[in-house]
């Protein structure tokens, strides 16, 4: 059973540019989350959907930031017009009912030269 | 009040001895405490986790240890391995509109030296 896919791995935009990254939950798991994990710290939470609903953004910034868990295909965390301070490595993880044990994806680590 | 403390921010163990890490919540409803390894590149693994109604939970060389009056618990490593050596996150959950929200700490880069 595949664990959590996501990518690309690393990405690299210059500022101004769009970024999205995408996420394939574990076989089985219908609910996903997004962390944000700047150098040196731990892990942000950033947004909640289950398919085709996002349940929680509470910590999603309000601008340029969106995400989507359509009913085919990966969930997607778009960054729109990125900054600087967009970069840090962003984490999928899945879990298969609401309350279970999430488990993680390998990042994505983005760079905004 | 949603904040997990951990320390130390870093741990440099000899191989054999007992890495410790703490970490310290504030808001009594959290009901279950993870912890995760991460190593460099890698996602974070789920290691080992106690609920508050639990004091202790051994898995084999790692122990944590939750004090529910001090609202603190512990990460204990026995016999540590080169091999442990990655970054520690103590996590607290708690049922936010029917799932699991999980708050992590900042973090705890161990080193074990040969």
């Known amino acids: 059973n595949a664990g959590v896919m996501q990518n690309p791995r690393h990405l690299v935009r210059r500022r101004g540019q769009e970024a999205r990254l995408r996420c394939s939950p574990m076989?089985?798991?219908?609910?996903v989350y997004w962390y944000r994990q700047l150098p040196e710290e731990g892990l942000k939470f950033m947004v909640y959907l289950q398919k085709e609903n996002i349940i929680d953004e509470s910590g999603m910034p309000k601008e340029r930031f969106s995400a989507e868990f359509p009913k085919e295909g990966p969930s997607i965390l778009r960054i729109q017009q990125v900054v600087r301070g967009d970069s840090a490595a962003y984490f999928c993880?899945?879990?298969?009912?609401?309350?279970?044990?999430?488990?993680f994806g390998p990042g994505t680590r983005l760079t905004v030269l | 009040q949603q904040q997990v403390k951990q320390s130390p921010q870093s741990l440099i163990v000899q191989k054999g001895g007992i890495s410790i890490i703490n970490c310290a919540y504030e808001n009594t409803a959290f009901d279950y405490f993870p912890w995760y390894q991460q190593f460099p590149g890698k996602g974070p693994a789920l290691l080992i986790a106690i609920r508050p109604d639990v004091s202790e939970k051994k898995e084999g060389r790692f122990t944590i240890s939750f004090n529910k009056s001090a609202k603190q618990f512990s990460l204990h490593i026995m016999d540590s391995q080169p091999g442990d050596s990655a970054t520690y996150f103590c996590?607290?959950?708690?049922?936010?509109?029917?799932?699991?929200?999980?708050?992590f700490g900042t973090g705890t880069k161990l080193q074990v030296i040969p």
């Open positions: 993880a899945s879990s298969p009912i609401s309350a279970g044990t999430q488990y």
């Open positions: 076989k089985g798991h219908s609910h």
């Open positions: 996590a607290a959950s708690m049922n936010s509109g029917g799932y699991q929200k999980v708050t």
